[in-house]
Every structure is written in C-alpha cells, then in structure tokens.
C-alpha cells in the first residue's frame, strides 16, 4: 500500500511539498482554507480538500487517522498551525511535521509532541553559507551543533595518496566514513585505500576540523 501524506497549508512551502510528494510514489492529501489554493491543486494532489483543520470533526471527516504522515505548513497564523498540530497528534497520526516561524513557535511545537519541526529560512540559510564557503561540497548532515556528515569531492592534491598516510584522524580528528567512486561505494575504507580525484569522500567530524581538513588535504 502507498505511503499517504497530508500536507495542511498551502502557502509557499506547502505548495512547494505538494508538488515533490506528487512525484513520488506516495498518496498526497492537501488541505487548505482557502478555495482558490485548493482549486489550484486539484490536479496535483490524489486529494485536495477545502477545510478548516482546525476542527477535529472536519480532520475526522477526511480521514486524518489513516494518514501516515503529516505536514503542518500554516507559519503565519501561530495558532492555527498549534492547534492542527495537537490535533494530528491527538488523533493518532504517526509521524507529524511543523514548520515554525520563529524560536517560540518551535518550543510550543516542541511541546505539543511534533515529531519534526521545520525551519526552512534557518535551514536554507545555513544550507548556503556551508556550501559558499566550500566548492568542494556536496551534501551536509548537521549531526549537533558542531558536528556533521559531508559529502566532498577528491581533488587532483589526493590523487593517488593512500589513506593511511594522510593520517587524516590523527591530525584532523575527522573520520572517513565512506568513499564513493562511480558506482563502488567503499564502507570504511582501510588504511592502504587508495583516493582519486573526483572520488566523494563521507567524512564525519566537527565542522571546524572538516573545513581545515578539506582546505589543507582535500
Ligand atoms: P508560507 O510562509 O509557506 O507561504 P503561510 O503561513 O503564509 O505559509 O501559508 C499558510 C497557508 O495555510 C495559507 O494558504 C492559508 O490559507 C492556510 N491556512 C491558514 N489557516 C488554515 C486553517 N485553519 N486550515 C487550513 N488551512 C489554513
């Protein structure tokens, strides 16, 4: 059975959720107040209902409680996207995501028990000082505040070194993980592994150390 998802809200970043779900294969549900917004995505989504989710019996009308996961993407009106959250937890709804608007919005979500809470401009933010900083990089994974898996692509400086003896843990304090090469993807590679330029090496470590390591060997 298809995976099904309903996103609450469709202003920019609900639109923007509808149109990726509806790629994949999954069953999208969305619902907004507003009809002209709902008309829009008619066509887009399996499903897509004009309603107030602020109201249980409208939640339950549309069948809420066999959805598999949930989007709350009303930022603007705090309480709103407050009360569809506890809603949707309340009614069982396994895995419920919210977009916060700011740092308060975030706890009050936090609290009501919303499994993963979204901060787009944050995240994006951070998402495009990481990548400015570094052409190298391809993908980040914040693990904590300080600590991250990368993705960075081997230049011609490591072409043909072994990872011994860059001793890279030792001076760096960051871990190789993984190495990705055309269609080979090497788990922790041995010490005696050789890097090619263009190789994309995971690497796990504190940002501080990652970005040395990749101005001074990679
Ligand atoms: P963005 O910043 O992503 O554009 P907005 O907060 O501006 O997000 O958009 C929120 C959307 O949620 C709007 O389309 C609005 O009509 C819809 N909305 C607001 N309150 C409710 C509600 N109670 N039930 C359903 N949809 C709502």
């Not at 309603?51 to 409208?58: I, K, R, S, W």
């Not at 700011?102 to 995240?123: A, F, M, W």
Request: net charge negative; charged share 30%; proline share 2%.
């Amino acid at each position: 059975m298809k995976k099904s998802i309903a996103i609450f809200g469709l202003g920019r970043f609900g639109e923007a959720l509808v149109k990726e779900f509806s790629k994949m294969k999954v069953e999208v549900l969305a619902v907004d107040i507003d009809e002209e917004k709902v008309n829009a995505y008619m066509n887009i989504a399996d499903y897509a209902v004009c309603a107030n989710a602020t109201d249980e019996q409208v939640l339950q009308k549309i069948g809420v409680k066999n959805v598999d996961q949930a989007f709350v993407s009303v930022g603007t009106d705090v309480l709103a996207s407050i009360l569809i959250s506890l809603l949707l937890k309340g009614m069982g709804v396994p895995e419920v995501w919210a977009k916060a608007k700011d740092g308060n919005h975030s706890k009050i979500l936090e609290k009501i028990g919303v499994d993963h809470i979204i901060r787009p401009e944050q995240e994006s933010a951070k998402r495009i000082a990481r990548h400015s900083l570094s052409s190298q990089m391809i993908e980040f994974l914040e693990l904590s505040e300080d600590y991250s898996v990368v993705e960075i692509k081997a230049t011609s400086k490591i072409d043909g070194m072994p990872l011994g003896k860059l001793d890279i843990r030792a001076k760096y304090g960051c871990t190789i993980a993984g190495i990705h090469r055309d269609d080979q993807f090497i788990i922790s590679p041995a010490p005696e592994e050789v890097f090619y330029t263009d190789d994309i090496l995971i690497i796990i470590g504190h940002n501080k150390d990652i970005t040395r390591l990749e101005k001074e060997v990679i």
